[in-house]
Structures are given as structure tokens and as C-alpha cells.
């Protein structure tokens, strides 16, 4: 058995790092979403073997957000946050029956729900998205979430 432990054990232990590395790689890629940390991440689960997968378990993988939406709003929080339902589901809206395949990418991907209700509109030139948003901060009762887009590089962009 010792013969047999001395043989085997450097392609053990060279498959465990790799296996630890491989599957840190596949969650740092997936759920870190700035640039540099998942860098740093990457960096450190290849380059110290064994104890850069360790680390990252310990400390990279985000228990603050869980901890923190408990804290908010109470245990029951996370259990009510699976269970939403919206009125229609994606795939009885006929708007939006072409994106049905893409549901099942959305849920590994993210654990929110596809929920109906949102609204992109677009706004030519910066009065009308001044005004827009002049109006979404006047109406907000919880939260305001403002993303913008510049799609062409000219003199402003």
C-alpha cells in the first residue's frame, strides 16, 4: 500500500490542484464582475498550488451580500427572493417569445428571477435625458438605477 501511496501520490496531488483550480476558475469567471479582482483571483488559484483554491474558498466567494440581505430584511428574505412571480412568464408573452431559449442561460447565470415590467426607452441628446431623469428621481419611492450608453466615438464620446 505504501509503494502504491509513494507511486500515485505526486499524479494525486497534481490532479487535486487542478481540480480545485479548474472549478475556482469557473466560479471567479462567473461571478466576480470587477475586472481586477478576478485577475488577482485567477492569479493567485494557479500560481500557489492547493492553497490559492483554499484561499479563494474562504475568502474570495461573497458571503456579504447573503449576510447582508439577512441583516435588511430578515432570514425569510433569501427563501422569498426565489419564490417571486411575475403576472406573465416569458414564455407566455408573445413580445418576447423569440428570448424563451435564452431563459435557461439567464437562470445558471444569475439567481434573479425574468421578470416582466421593465422599460427601455431610448433618448436622443442629453435635455431629453436630463428631464427623463429629473422625473424618475422626482417619482422614485425606493431606488433609482440609471445605465448609459455611448455607442459612437466622436467628439464627446
Known sequence: MAEFVEAFFPALLSGVYFAGAIA????ILIHKR???AAIG?????WLSPLLGALFYLFFGVNRLHR????LRHGPEALDNREHQVCATTVEDDPRVAHLVDFVPIMDSLTSNPLLDGNA????????DAYLAMLKAIEEAEQSILMV??????GRVA
Open 41 to 45: 483571483w485567477l492569479g493567485l488559484v
Open 148 to 153: 448609459s450608453y455611448i455607442f459612437d466615438r
Open 34 to 36: 470587477h475586472t481586477r
Open 67 to 70: 449576510k447582508a440581505v439577512i
Open 120 to 127: 427601455v426607452r431610448m433618448l436622443e441628446g442629453g435635455d
Open 24 to 27: 475556482a476558475s469557473i466560479h
